[in-house]
């Protein structure tokens, strides 16, 4: 015999009141952490030496990056600097906080 299937919550159910979660975003702590170090760095090398990756492999994150967000957080010119475009300026405060903001978590649970 199969055991009781728990049932779901009814609309006057104490759960109904929970507000919804909200979604979770489509990019990591990494791709942001790439997207401070390559805006600091000026150059898709310069980060990837900092990270300890390869060029190509720190472009590709930043446009995963690019691509979750919907948003072009760079300029790109072949053999010149990177220059972050207006959206990349404005979001780059917030991303060396959640960059920092994590390492302190992580720093507080003992990693």
């Known amino acids: 015999m199969n055991p009781p299937v728990p049932s779901q919550p009814s ?3 104490p759960d109904s009141a929970l507000p919804a979660l909200p979604a979770l975003a489509t990019f990591t702590l990494r791709q942001l952490a790439y997207f ?3 805006a600091e760095a000026g150059t898709t090398a310069g980060a990837a030496q900092r990270f300890y990756l390869s060029q190509s492999s720190m472009s590709a994150a930043l446009t995963e990056l690019e691509a979750a967000l919907g948003v072009q957080l760079f300029i790109r010119r072949r053999g ?3 220059e ?5 300026l404005a979001l780059l405060p917030e991303a060396r906080h959640l960059v920092r903001a994590a390492d302190e978590f992580s720093g507080r ?3």
Not at 84 to 88: A, D, N
């Open 11 to 13: 609309a006057s159910s």
């Open 36 to 38: 401070v170090g390559a």
């Open 80 to 82: 010149k600097a990177l």
């Open 84 to 88: 972050l475009t207006s959206t990349g």
């Open 109 to 111: 649970a003992g990693a």
